[in-house]
């Protein structure tokens, strides 16, 4: 698989406003050895930055492919391939940051239940149930694969007090481009 021309250990974790974040990531046809090691690599990078999920946008590889860890422990990842929420319910709104959006936070209303179907890395579809965190953090991944952000689902004032923090962003990568 083309990692978009980017070698494995050159992966790192990328900030807005790079263009992967923006991207509709690509279906995922055949789980062979590299989409086991960007998974792999992907899972590393989130203990790394502790983070609890991190989508394959987030290191400018705009495939269908997420990993999760809610409590953090090494060991629980989870590995979602073509991830697909098949149902929602309820509503909960907390506190969300990402990795991608240094320094910004916001509340965003989330589903506090879903089901979701994913493929594993043996090739597995398999459908899970998830509620609270794990739904929280489901949603907000499968939000990266479509090209979304938490800022697009913050408050018109949270959106305003977040502003010149993005401005920010937008000049730190313009200087190291
Ligand atoms: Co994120």
Same mark, same amino acid.
């Given at each position: 698989? $083309? ?6 250990? $050159? ?13 509709? #990531? ?9 989409? +086991? &090691?960007?998974?792999? &690599?992907? =899972?590393?990078? *989130?203990? #790394?930055? &502790?983070?609890?999920?991190? @989508? #394959? ?9 997420? =990993? @999760? ?7 629980? +990842? !989870? ?14 709104? %907390? +506190? +969300? ?20 179907? %994913?493929? /594993?890395? %043996? ?6 149930? =998830?509620? /609270? !965190? ?8 499968? /939000? ?15 959106? *305003? ?5 993005? &401005?920010?962003?937008?000049? !730190? #990568?313009?200087?190291?481009?």
């Amino acid at each position: 698989m $083309e990692l978009n021309g980017i070698s494995l250990d $050159e992966l790192g974790i990328v900030y807005y406003p790079h263009p992967a974040l923006r991207q509709r #990531a690509k279906h995922i046809d055949e789980i062979d050895e590299s989409i +086991e &090691k960007l998974a792999r &690599k992907m =899972v590393e990078l *989130m203990y #790394a930055n &502790k983070g609890v999920g991190l @989508a #394959a946008n987030q290191v400018g590889v705009p495939v269908r492919l997420f =990993v @999760a860890n809610p409590t953090g422990e090494k060991g629980n +990842e !989870l590995i979602f391939v073509n991830p697909e929420i098949v149902e929602a319910n309820g509503w909960a709104e %907390a +506190e +969300e940051g990402c990795l991608s959006l240094p320094q910004i936070y916001g509340n965003v209303r989330r589903n506090k239940t879903v089901i979701i179907v %994913a493929t /594993d890395l %043996a090739g597995a579809r398999r459908e899970m149930k =998830v509620t /609270d !965190l794990l739904a929280r953090i489901v949603q907000h991944e499968s /939000d990266h694969l479509d090209g979304r952000l938490i800022v697009d689902r913050f408050s018109v004032l949270a959106k *305003m007090s977040c502003r010149s923090r993005l &401005k920010e962003l937008e000049a !730190l #990568a313009r200087k190291s481009s």
